[in-house]
């Protein structure tokens, strides 16, 4: 009788056939596998406030294959200064795709903050963000900083809470939304339609109906340079409102400049334009030549008040705020008249100092914000008059306005009823030549657009 004889298999082979149920498990069909997550940063530059309101924010774009948007996880990782903002100093707000990050400042300077996504599987990706932080300031709750440039000098009510403001840096116009800190939500520069290759030096401007008309300072550059493209005056037409705003170019007036010197000249150089507007003559002196208000006369779509800055009136310590009339200043601007006429100057006792910005609303109320003809910080004294726009009648004082934070006082958008009891009136600053940083560096220098900044603080006037 045959047996049937089976050899034994080593030890090792019988170890190794066991091994792939060991090992290697079926994987089910449809298992899901997760991709590495992806992570964006609406700005990769930010700037703050320590103790700001409403300091601007950044929007986080998250994603991962396999995975629900609201099962990631983003959060600050890392600080290079944790003087400046630790990572427990950022909030990120919001569950979906796109979240909402904030940062509370500690203190002045920079630092770069690493945000940082996890997704399912663990898997994870970041990003970084260049953070510059600005030193605290009194009120902070009527406090906004208008990002993207540091040089506000003339600002005008878009409507629906929203204002148009001009640059005396560049020749671009940014809209806001006025309540809150950020970047404009639209720009337009005008430079090519103008024909200008170099800055405008918008200082002023004012609006009636739906055209906003815009001056450059009219004078020589800080070290005494003719600029000519700073002799102009142009228009732009309003459409729209509040987000909407839209503006496009309807005209411009290019001599604005030799018109007034022309007419002080023919009446015995009683303010001496021409010696001040000289080549080699910086503008920014009391007896130069620089212009930064812009307002209508009390009733009139025709007849526009310009505002100096310098001279004074006389010429010395104490003087006297110029006003000089310009009763054909629209007609300039469409191009229906070929010269200025000019008609009463009017002289202002605003305690010293000279006009910063001029505003008139519906009543025929009057704001000028008054200061320095030399001050290009909060080194000197600002204030805040109310005026009825009548020649022959005094401005009066409704406050001192504050000269310990950054930047200088430029801009009023709009007139509130001053006769109503708490009225209040928002105020913009120049923070070009401010070091927000405390790194010596002048805001109008910084590298990133986003650090550069302008201040607007909510007043109460009664």
């Known amino acids: 009788m045959l047996r049937s004889y089976r050899r034994p298999l080593p030890l090792l082979a019988l170890a190794v056939a066991a091994l792939p149920a060991l090992a290697l498990p079926a994987v089910p069909a449809g298992a899901v596998t997760y991709g590495t997550p992806t992570i964006t940063l609406s700005a990769g530059y930010l700037s703050g406030a320590v103790g700001a309101t409403g300091d601007p924010t950044v929007t986080v774009t998250v994603a991962q294959s ?11 990782s890392a600080s290079t200064s944790s003087s400046v903002a630790r990572t427990g100093d950022v909030t990120v707000s919001g569950t979906g795709a796109a979240r909402t990050l904030a940062v509370a400042a500690q203190g002045v300077g920079y630092t770069d903050l690493t945000v940082k996504v996890t997704g399912l599987g663990g ?15 009194r009120n902070p709750a009527v406090t906004r900083y208008f990002t993207g440039s540091s040089d506000a000098s003339a600002a005008v009510d878009a409507g629906g809470g929203y204002i148009v403001v001009g640059d005396d840096e560049s020749n671009t ?8 800190s950020g970047a404009p939500v639209r720009t337009w520069d005008f430079s090519t339609a103008l024909g200008v290759s170099k800055e405008i030096d918008i200082e002023a401007a004012t609006r009636v109906g739906d055209t906003i008309y815009w001056t450059g300072s009219l004078g020589n550059n800080k070290d005494g340079k003719l600029r000519p493209d700073r002799d102009t005056v142009f228009a732009t037409k309003v459409t729209g409102s509040g987000a909407d705003t839209q503006l496009t170019l309807v005209g411009s007036y290019r001599s604005l400049r030799e018109d007034l010197i022309a007419w002080d000249s023919a009446n015995g150089d009683r303010y001496g334009f021409a010696a001040g507007a000289a080549e080699g003559q910086a503008p920014k002196q009391i007896d130069g030549f620089n212009v930064e208000g812009l307002e209508f006369a009390p009733g009139s779509d025709s007849t526009a008040y310009i505002g100096f800055r310098a001279p004074l009136t006389p010429a010395v310590t104490g003087g006297r705020a110029l006003l000089v009339p310009v009763t054909n200043f629209t007609s300039l601007v469409n191009g229906s008249a070929s010269h200025a006429t000019i008609g009463q100057p009017i002289e202002l006792d605003l305690g010293g100092l000279s006009i910063r910005d001029l505003r008139r609303n519906s009543l025929g109320q009057y704001l000028i914000v008054a200061g320095s003809w030399a001050a290009e910080d909060n080194s000197a004294p600002y204030a805040l008059y109310r005026w009825n726009g009548q020649p022959g009648s005094a401005p009066v004082k409704l406050l001192d306005l504050p000269t310990g934070d950054a930047g200088a006082w430029e801009a009023v958008p709009d007139v509130p009823n001053l006769d109503v009891p708490g009225a209040r009136a928002q105020l913009i600053t120049d923070c070009g030549s401010a070091d927000l940083y405390n790194d010596a560096t002048e805001a109008k220098d910084l590298t990133h657009p986003e650090w550069k900044k302008s201040r607007s603080v909510w007043f109460t006037l009664s």
């Open 123 to 137: 898997k994870t990706a970041t990003r970084t963000l260049h953070y510059a932080a600005s030193a605290a300031v």
């Open 173 to 180: 116009l940014r809209l806001y939304n006025r309540a809150d």
């Open 66 to 76: 396999g995975a629900g948007a609201s099962s990631l996880t983003v959060a600050a």
